[in-house]
């Protein structure tokens, strides 16, 4: 079992940076592909961005490109999601996600075996 558990959301305006951070226990972070999602009310789960298990390569959501920057630290069992110029479309719970191998369809949440409870992201006009 992989524990989840994320912090760094708030309440902030379109234009703002926000650094979102998921911390893992239980199993060998450095063995698992991260990802993040978010899921805004009313709409299904999206996948925003992901890292492979070396850290590599990292993928993401076309809004996402060029604002979001995913990293981790395997040292300190963490993945990050780096949110800059923040708009009112961002606004969602956003998720943590853990796998033991990034699949193909890894923009799939099917395809992912751990989550975090979640972080709410608003950002406001």
């Known amino acids: 079992q992989v524990q989840l558990v994320e912090s760094g959301g708030g309440l902030v305006q379109a234009g703002d940076s926000l650094r979102l951070s998921c911390v893992a226990s239980g199993r060998t972070f450095s063995r698992y592909a991260m990802g993040w999602f978010r899921q805004a009310p009313g709409e299904e789960r999206e996948f925003v961005a992901a890292?492979?298990?070396?850290?590599?390569?990292?993928y993401y959501t076309g809004s996402a490109l060029g604002r979001f920057t995913i990293s981790r630290d395997n040292a300190k069992n963490t993945v990050y999601l780096q949110m800059k110029n923040l708009q009112v479309l961002d606004t969602a719970v956003y998720y943590c996600?853990?796998?033991?191998?990034?699949?193909?369809?890894?923009?799939?949440?099917?395809?992912?075996?751990?989550w975090g409870q979640g972080t709410q992201v608003t950002v406001s006009s």
């Open positions: 890292i492979s298990v070396s850290g590599e390569n990292t």
């Open positions: 996600a853990a796998a033991g191998y990034l699949a193909t369809a890894f923009k799939d949440d099917n395809e992912w075996d751990y």
